[in-house]
Nanobody, 124 residues
């Protein structure tokens, strides 16, 4: 059974940093692309970043380019999202998700399993 557990969220001031982690189990982590999604109150889920299974390619939504970095450790079955220069508009519930195969998709429905999420709140 696929299992994803996020951690690392919290309350941070604008300009601050956080590192999110996603511990994966129950599937062959190194065979699947992974994505980080976020959902702000009243808004649809947004794909923030994605990585191919071997991390040779990645995607970032425009609003986080240059500030967020997606990484994965296939030996530890863990996905990361390094977030710097955080802004109030980054406030959301952040969830990791498993892709259909080794290459990522930009469509949320292409991610069949999601974690419960970790809350990130950016406020002064």
């Amino acid at each position: 059974q696929d299992r994803l557990v996020e951690s690392g969220g919290g309350l941070v001031q604008p300009g601050g940093s956080l590192r999110l982690s996603c511990a994966a189990s129950g599937f062959n982590f190194d065979l699947y692309s992974m994505g980080w999604f976020r959902r702000a109150p009243g808004k649809a889920s947004e794909l923030v970043a994605a990585s191919t299974s071997n991390a040779d390619n990645s995607y970032y939504t425009d609003s986080v380019k240059g500030r967020f970095t997606i990484a994965r450790d296939n030996d530890l079955n863990t996905l990361y999202l390094e977030m710097k220069d955080l802004k109030p508009e980054d406030t959301a519930l952040y969830s990791c998700a498993i892709g259909h195969g080794p290459l990522f998709s930009l469509a949320p429905h292409s991610y069949p399993a999601w974690g419960q999420g970790t809350q990130v709140t950016v406020t002064s």
